[in-house]
């Protein structure tokens, strides 16, 4: 909602913001991975 409500200016380009699952991430500088590359 915060997102959206600080973005959005009602004219052509607000764009769209999609929601999906995060099935993991990496941290490219160390090569961390899922929880420990977020922390």
């Keep these: ?3 959206i409500r600080v973005n ?3 004219k052509h380009g607000d764009g ?3 929601v999906s699952p995060i099935e993991g991430a990496v941290k490219v500088r160390t090569g961390e991975r899922d929880g420990e590359a977020i922390a």
């Design 1 to 3: 909602k915060s997102i």
């Design 8 to 10: 959005q200016t009602g």
């Design 16 to 18: 769209k913001i999609f």
